[in-house]
C-alpha cells in the first residue's frame, strides 16, 4: 500500500517511505523521507512532543486493516460480536494520503 502525506502548508504531497519526529530548535518536526528520492521534507511542526506524536499515531491507525462483516450483531452501544455465519472481510487499501493537521499554537496568521 502507498501513503502520500501532504505537509502543513499544502505545499509538498509526497509518496513516503518513512516519517520521524526530529527535535528542532524548541519545537517538534515530523520529517518525512520520500519513497523516489532519499531526500527529507519537513512536512509538519508541533510546539511539543506529544502532539508530533499524536499525528504519527493517527498515520499509523489509518494504516491498520479495516474489516468489513456482513452481519451485524451489537451488544450495549460500542461492543461488536459477528453471528457465528458471519463473513468477516479485510478491507483492501492501495493508497492512503494523510493531511498533516496545523498545531494552532504555532499558526502563522
Same mark, same amino acid.
Not at 501532504?6 to 524548541?26: G, H, P, W, Y
Not at 520529517?31 to 528520492?37: H, Q, R
Not at 499525528?55 to 453471528?83: A, H, M, T, W
Given at each position: 500500500? &502507498?501513503?502520500?502525506?501532504?505537509?502543513?502548508?499544502?505545499?509538498?504531497?509526497?509518496? /513516503?517511505? #518513512?516519517?520521524?519526529?526530529?527535535?528542532?530548535?524548541?519545537?517538534?518536526?515530523?520529517?518525512? +523521507?520520500?519513497?523516489?528520492?532519499?531526500?527529507?521534507?519537513?512536512? @509538519? +511542526?508541533?510546539?511539543?512532543? #506529544? *502532539?508530533?506524536?499524536?499525528?504519527?499515531?493517527?498515520?499509523?491507525?489509518?494504516?491498520?486493516?479495516?474489516? /468489513?462483516? !456482513? *452481519?451485524?450483531?451489537?451488544? @450495549?452501544? &460500542?461492543?461488536?460480536?459477528?453471528?457465528?455465519?458471519?463473513?468477516?472481510?479485510?478491507?483492501? *487499501?492501495?493508497?492512503? /494520503?494523510?493531511?498533516?493537521?496545523? &498545531?494552532?499554537?504555532?499558526?502563522? !496568521?
Amino acid at each position: 500500500m &502507498d501513503l502520500y502525506v501532504r505537509s502543513q502548508d499544502r505545499m509538498i504531497l509526497v509518496k /513516503v517511505n #518513512e516519517l520521524a519526529v526530529s527535535k528542532v530548535c524548541n519545537n517538534y518536526t515530523i520529517m518525512v +523521507t520520500a519513497t523516489d528520492v532519499q531526500h527529507q521534507f519537513m512536512c @509538519g +511542526t508541533y510546539s511539543t512532543k #506529544e *502532539k508530533a506524536l499524536k499525528v504519527l499515531d493517527e498515520i499509523q491507525n489509518l494504516l491498520i486493516d479495516r474489516y /468489513v462483516v !456482513d *452481519k451485524e450483531c451489537f451488544l @450495549g452501544s &460500542d461492543v461488536f460480536i459477528p453471528s457465528k455465519d458471519a463473513e468477516i472481510k479485510i478491507l483492501p *487499501k492501495t493508497c492512503m /494520503v494523510y493531511q498533516i493537521p496545523v &498545531d494552532e499554537e504555532l499558526k502563522n !496568521d
